[in-house]
């Protein structure tokens, strides 16, 4: 017998070569005195290495791994949207307790660990390599959440999103091995051919499996009912992970949600689309009206993610072109809208004695224009204004669930819409309409002094942490204004998979 080696794409690979090797270099930093303080420089040069590879790719699809992995324009869009995630982060880690902690070198490839499972997540087209990256992706986030060691709830953060995920983690396996009993395939295609030729309505094995398939993805994209965790790691984690977290794992999740939902069960469509519509509205329905008591604005921003879940899942119900474009578009601002807010948090929680609470914020717009002003397009574009990117990703997915026969889902969106107006005017009133002048007192919270992180006077000042946010916010803006190049972005990351 003669061995026939597999055919290997090292040119489409390269992206993932990039992650691996940067994360071994910045592993390697740590334990190199001279190199100890270049991990976060080191960090963003892998990440931008690996930004290059995949957009040398762009409108060129390939198959890689024996059909594990399959390289395509959704898969680029949305590994480069966690890509900005954690550069961004990267930046707000500058001086960040957390890293310091955990050890810069050490803290950096955890990141760099997440990300290389969010990139294969992106990709994975088979049960085995869909399972592996999740692993990849979630393990890293684990440790993160807990890195600010002297902080109890970043300790409680790590812990209860290692419980919860691993019981999310288990219950996809579950399902998984379900849908692998029912359907005799691993591949997303080969599972369409399977579960078509038996027929899902009656196949009890395949529907469970589905089932649970569905609820391990709903827990990584803080779908309610299985969002309860969210507003709680959040609020605990370090502000850098935080907003990393916000918006790449959603993101993530998201691709190999779509992948699955319209690859693997496509024969099927009309029988998931109306129970994934129920999830979409109770999202809707539950971030936003927890959202409306939060004074912390991390819990806050928690709500308002399982909220905006809620509307990105509204692209996948349409189980089209129209609405994997809508989807991808959304996310590319919720990208903008998110770090813009978390800029401002991160340096406010550095300068206020208040940490993440609403009254750090109170009288910014006097104080720092600099700082209210993301904060303030931010929440406006959350809420769906004109002139933002929020604005424009509501009516394109709003256009994209009409067209889809889901008029009433469409109607949740706007109802949601409004009823967020509640949370985030809040905010804006606070930064512009109450005075100031309170940055500087003992802390008012309660149990927060003995955990409390030294107030830095000037990090409201400091262009690594106002530069993103100012960015994001004209980002923000300009796609709100001329959207036309981001939704011809989203419209060929869309038609990839079709």
Known sequence: ??????????????????????????????????????????????????????????????????????????????????????????????????????????????????????????????????????????????????????????LESGLKYLIVGSLGSATLLYGMAFLYGGSGATGFAAIAKGVDAAGLVADPLVLVGIALVAVGLAFKTSIAPFHQWTPDVYEGAPTPITSFMAVATKAAAFAVFVRF?????????????????VLAAATIVIGNVGALGQDSLKRLLG??????????????????????????????????????????????ERESAFGDDIRAVRGLGAERPLLAWPLTISMLALAGMPATVGFIGKLYLIEALVEGDYTWLAVFIAVGSMISLA?????????????????????????????????????????????????????????????QPLVEFAQQAGASLF
């Not at 939902?261 to 519509?277: I, K, M, N, S, Y």
């Not at 578009?329 to 807010?341: D, I």
């Open 261 to 277: 939902f319209l690859v693997a069960l496509g024969p099927e469509t009309a029988d998931w689309q109306p129970a994934l519509a």
């Open 1 to 154: 017998m003669t061995f026939n080696s597999p055919d290997i794409d090292y040119a489409a690979l390269s992206p993932i070569i990039a992650l691996t090797v940067g994360l071994c270099v910045v592993l390697l930093s740590a334990v190199i005195r001279p190199l100890r303080r270049t991990a976060p420089g080191l960090t963003l040069v892998a990440l931008a290495t690996t930004a290059g590879l995949l957009i040398w790719h762009w409108d060129d699809p390939t198959t890689l791994v024996a059909g594990a992995l399959r390289l395509d324009d959704l898969a680029i869009s949305i590994s480069l949207i966690a890509l900005a995630a954690a550069a961004f982060a990267v930046l707000l880690s500058v001086r960040e307790p957390a890293a310091e902690q955990a050890g810069s070198g050490e803290y950096h490839a955890l990141l760099l660990g997440s990300v290389l499972g969010m990139v294969l997540l992106a990709q994975a087209t088979n049960l085995v390599s869909f399972f592996v990256a999740i692993e990849t992706l979630s393990i890293p986030l684990y440790i993160l959440c807990a890195t600010n060691m002297l902080r109890e709830r970043s």
């Open 303 to 348: 709500y308002s993610g399982v909220a905006q879940a809620g509307y990105i899942l509204g692209g996948l119900v349409v189980a089209g072109e129209a609405g994997v474009s809508a989807l991808v578009f959304y996310l590319v601002g919720y990208l903008f809208m998110n770090l813009a807010a978390f800029g401002v948090v991160v340096a406010r």
């Open 423 to 483: 949370y985030y005017l809040r905010v804006i009133a606070a930064m512009w309409m109450r005075p100031g002048g309170e940055t500087s007192g003992a802390p008012a919270i309660a149990g927060a002094a003995p955990e409390a992180d030294p107030v830095d006077p000037g990090a409201g000042r400091r262009i690594y942490l106002v530069g993103p946010a100012l960015l994001a916010a004209a980002a923000t803006v300009f796609f709100g204004v001329i959207p």
